[in-house]
Each structure stands twice: as C-alpha cells, then as structure tokens.
C-alpha cells in the first residue's frame, strides 16, 4: 500500500506547560526537527516500486575515518556527509524530489494534526500488575497472594492454558503511533514542533512525524 503522507525525522526534546486562551494548562511535548536531506530516490523501473529515501542528523563532529565505508560511499552520491538515522517512504510522484534537496517543517505549513510514530519506553520484565494492572491478591501476611496472576488453567475441557492471555513478560520497547496530536506551535527559527499531549520515548528519542491521516475527532 502506498504511503502519500510526506515524512521528516526529529528528536524528541522533552515536555512543556503552555497555556491557552481561557488560561488552562496545556501539556506539550517538544519535537526538534532538523533539515531532512533526500539521499536516495527508488523508481519503479530500477527498485521495482516509487519511494523517497530521506536523512537526519549529520556526522559532521564525528570523526569519518570512524563511518563506515558502505554507508559514506551510499551518502557520497547525493554529496551528503553521513547521517545518523535514515528513513524510507512510498509516494505515487518522485519527480519532485532531487538528490540532496532540503526538507524543512515547512512541509507542515497550515497543519492542525500531526502523527507521530517512535519507540516507546523499555520498561524491562515487567508482572501482570504493572504491564496488564491486574489488582494482585490480598495484602495480609498470611495469603501468600499478593502480586500473582491467579488461576490460568481450566476444567477438564480442554483442560490448558490457552496461548496469548496476560503473563509476565517484557514490557515496553514497541513502535507505537500517536494519532491526532495538535500541532500548539511551530517555531521555525528553532525547529521546533510543539503538540499537545505526549509521544513515545525518551528524551532524546528519534521519532517520525507526518501528517494526520486520519480525520481528527471533534473536540
């Protein structure tokens, strides 16, 4: 399936209290996005379908001699230094794309929703309490249930557990995609992107934002 929606590459700087018109506080999360550079353009003809390669967060402090060869000698065609994270997305047309064209959050101009997509928290080995908030058993000394899951089994027929219920297991670390965030604020001076609510991550974290896709539910 194609994907029309343009995307750009940011960095999840952290979160900030704003207020609005009538005064209340609007929780915000703050989104760095640097120039994005096109470093590769696939055809139908040469790659078998039509998308845009584009890339972030140049290595220019970085020592080259430390880059791989691959991965220079692939930005060296579009006369880009290497970047850091590289992002792929289909399009119907690539003909207005260059190699080494610049794209900025311009792209967003006169957007009200935004979709933001990045990896969230790892959490580690978690238990039904704290992944699934199971309420546990009873707190007095003589239970011996307090963080348990219970029972998991059945009767007689079929008489097993069946696969896919709630366990302990590790908890966090998936691609998750936030649908719908209003963009509160765009500084273009900075590169910044300012949307209500929060996103998947760490401060720091990589993330991909792109237009709203779906229509957004009134307020």
Do not use: W
Request: glycine share 10%; with cysteine.
């Amino acid at each position: 399936m194609t994907e029309k929606s343009e995307k750009l590459v940011g960095k999840k700087v952290g979160m900030v209290q704003l207020f609005d018109e009538q005064g209340n506080i609007v929780p915000c999360s703050v989104i760095e996005v640097p120039t994005n550079y096109v470093s590769q353009i696939k055809d139908k003809e040469k790659d078998g379908y039509q998308a845009v390669q584009i890339a972030a967060f140049k290595k220019e402090k970085k020592n080259p001699k430390k880059s791989k060869k691959p991965l220079v000698g692939h930005f060296s065609k579009s006369s880009l230094p290497a970047c850091e994270e590289v992002l792929e997305f289909r399009c119907d047309d690539v003909s207005k794309y260059t190699l080494g064209q610049e794209l900025s959050i311009d792209l967003f101009d006169g957007c009200e929703f935004i979709d933001v997509i990045g990896t969230s928290k790892g959490k580690g080995y978690q238990g039904v309490m704290k992944k699934y908030n199971f309420s546990g058993g009873p707190a007095a000394h003589g239970s011996k249930f307090h963080r348990h899951a219970g029972s998991t089994g059945m009767r007689s027929t079929p008489g097993r557990c069946l696969p896919g219920g709630p366990r302990p297991s590790r908890m966090g670390g998936e691609r998750k995609t936030i649908q719908n965030l209003k963009v509160v604020r765009f500084d273009k001076e900075k590169n910044l992107v300012i949307v209500k609510g929060s996103i998947p991550g760490p401060n720091g974290a990589k993330v991909i934002i792109q237009k709203a896709t779906k229509k957004p539910m009134a307020v």
